[in-house]
């Protein structure tokens, strides 16, 4: 408490410090109200998009399929009894030779007189499975790097960037490739050889956006009210930054199951007789173009290969839908813009 020319002030009831931190409370509350609408009209614009539905809805199909294809065990407890397919997709035998599709074996048997239809409906657990958990894993670490890296700038941003070259100077599928011929294959090699390389575009994506983001009147609103750092970063700035990261979520799924399936072709995925897609092309292969003994068996390879076309594709009109519902509302609605 002071007094000047007669006048009694007490300091911390400022009017003007009042004031901004009322507007700073009325910022962030926009900021929350114009976050939960926009994404709202994301939604309802996907909900409308035919192709997004078609797309989600072959993907939730291929998913389902491959999760209850087999039961699954986890330390000897079985965790999911069902089996809807109709034989043991590593049993030979259970067809003649290169039996061509029937209503027994509706996508044939292959070499061993395995059923091929039992083979890639499981087959799609390992490669969905391997790229909906790289994906999580690239997009989670990709987005706390790169989120670190935009909002603190820098020193810190130029030091975390020179290393973001390097992972950048090598080509993703080529130095998966070395990582998995280096510590060997199987699921969780592939996992972490995936990821290891993906996290990188998340990163570039993020930091680019919250370098925009973090300009905005809601950011300093937050700082205004005593927030810390690592609040106003992921409850403020990557919330508001994480649109194209999602979109890229949906493309790089395709993308992960495209590169394990190559991985599997090339021998470096699963052992041999694994049911995962690239795994059965490649015990296959011979038969991609003249066949073996001169028969064509088509079916061996066109049906693996044809899964992983359907669930590639519908994995980028999902992404594609999502891309488009973002560029139409994202400049509609913005936080602490006009909607």
């Known amino acids: 408490m002071s007094t000047e020319r007669g006048r009694i002030r007490i300091s911390g009831f400022e009017t003007d410090r009042i004031e901004d931190q009322e507007s700073a409370v009325v910022w962030s509350e926009r900021e929350g109200e114009e ?7 994301i939604g309802a614009s996907l909900v409308r998009n035919r192709l997004a539905l078609l797309g989600a809805t ?11 294809s087999r039961p699954i065990s986890i330390a000897g407890v079985t965790v999911q009894p069902f089996s809807i397919v109709p034989y043991d997709p590593v049993a030979t035998g259970v067809g003649p030779r290169y039996g061509s599709p029937s209503l027994s074996h509706p996508m044939g048997t292959d070499r061993l007189g395995r059923d091929m239809f039992s083979r890639v409906i499981t087959g799609g657990r390992y490669s969905i499975s391997i790229g909906l958990i790289v994906t999580a894993i690239a997009a989670t670490w990709g987005v706390v790097y790169g989120g670190i890296s935009g909002y603190f700038g820098g020193r810190t941003d130029a030091v975390m960037m020179r290393l973001l070259d390097v992972v950048f100077a090598f080509p993703s599928l080529v130095l998966a490739l070395i990582l998995v011929a280096l510590f060997g294959g199987g699921f969780w090699p592939l996992v972490g050889a ?3 390389v993906g996290w990188a575009t998340y990163a570039r994506i993020i930091r680019g956006e919250i370098l925009k983001v973090k300009q905005n009147e809601y950011v300093l609103a937050a700082k205004a009210l005593g927030a810390r750092d690592r609040t106003v970063l992921f409850r403020h700035v990557v919330p508001n930054a ?9 493309l790089s799924i395709g993308t992960v199951v495209i590169g394990v399936a190559a991985l599997g072709f090339l021998g470096l995925g699963f052992d041999p007789g694994t049911p995962e897609w690239g795994t ?3 015990a296959e292969a011979d038969t991609l173009a003249t066949g073996e003994g001169g ?6 390879t066109v049906f693996p290969g044809l899964m992983i076309f359907i669930f590639v594709m519908s994995m980028n009109m999902i992404g594609d839908a999502v ?3 973002l560029d139409a509302q994202v400049d509609d609605v913005t936080p602490g813009g006009g909607g």
């Open 35 to 41: 976050v939960t609408r926009l994404w709202r009209k």
């Open 242 to 250: 994480i649109a194209p990261v999602i979109v890229q979520a949906t």
């Open 295 to 300: 028969d064509w068996y088509w079916w061996a």
């Open 194 to 196: 995936f990821a290891l």
């Open 58 to 68: 072959v993907v939730v199909v291929l998913t389902v399929a491959a999760l209850f």
């Open 280 to 282: 059965i092309l490649d």
């Open 323 to 325: 891309n488009d519902a």
